[in-house]
């Protein structure tokens, strides 16, 4: 699809985020290339491609967390290209890295008392706990003590508690195991009922499309292509080329 047909596909009402034309380095390596796309209120929105096809890196310029970056970022109609990013945190986003990033040496209850609250509507640790019942099990244990499944739970149960609207998940179901990947599902669609905007980042794209509305695809720090959800099952050969599935 030509990149001019993007520029067509802005919604009715103001989005929650606008990404234009966005470049982003790493010292001397040019990672992004004009990314553009955006997220309405509510919507939960993949970004799907190969590994390297500079995913990852869109969520971390979108945080302010890539040392140089051009373009446009709007939340909420303001423009965060030139925030740093502690303050977009504070404007009500919310980044969970792949790697979860969990305090290993604290507690499930101290990592998920640790994140000051940004906004009002954070979710409570007993709402929490009704997402990930599993936590409340292991509210005593070291993060080191957790499975990987564990960890997910917690590393996003760690965000829902700062009351940011819009949350930023790369590669949530990565490595997991079937039934983990399942409540990982269960809990967006939850999210998403109770009025969170989300961006989500993934390979599996029969997972995304469980609880996605539209899907965008990356390859080479563009976006090449889009989908809107009901349109997957007529397009399962291209999007399995462009991943390499």
């Not at 990149?3 to 606008?18: C, G």
């Not at 869109?58 to 030139?82: C, D, H, N, W, Y």
Request: net charge neutral.
């Amino acid at each position: 699809m030509p990149e001019a047909a993007f520029a067509r596909t802005e919604p009715a009402d103001q989005p929650m985020l606008a990404v234009e034309d966005l470049h982003a380095w790493y010292g001397e390596s040019h990672i992004l290339h004009g990314i553009s796309f955006h997220i309405a209120p509510g919507e939960v929105v993949t970004l799907l491609g190969r590994n390297g096809a500079g995913k990852t890196t869109t969520l971390k310029a979108i945080m302010g967390m890539v040392p140089r970056r051009r373009g446009s970022i709007r939340f909420e109609g303001e423009e965060m290209i030139q925030t740093r990013s502690d303050r977009i945190a504070r404007r009500g986003l919310a980044f969970c890295p792949e790697e979860r990033g969990i305090f290993a040496s604290l507690s499930v209850e101290e990592n998920l008392l640790l994140p000051p609250a940004v906004r009002p509507g954070g979710l409570s640790v007993e709402a929490i706990f009704e997402l990930f019942p599993n936590l409340k099990e292991r509210l005593r244990s070291q993060g080191t003590k957790l499975s990987g499944g564990e960890q997910q739970m917690l590393a996003i149960g760690r965000i829902l508690r700062t009351g940011a609207r819009l949350l930023l998940l790369d590669e949530p179901t990565e490595g997991l195991a079937p039934v983990i990947v399942q409540q990982i599902g269960r809990t967006i669609e939850r999210l998403k009922i109770e009025g969170f905007t989300i961006l989500l980042v993934e390979q599996n794209f029969r997972f995304a499309s469980t609880v996605a509305e539209r899907h965008y695809v990356v390859e080479h720090g563009r976006v090449i292509d889009q989908f809107q959800n009901r349109d997957l099952p007529a397009n399962i050969a291209k999007i399995q080329e462009y991943l390499g599935v």
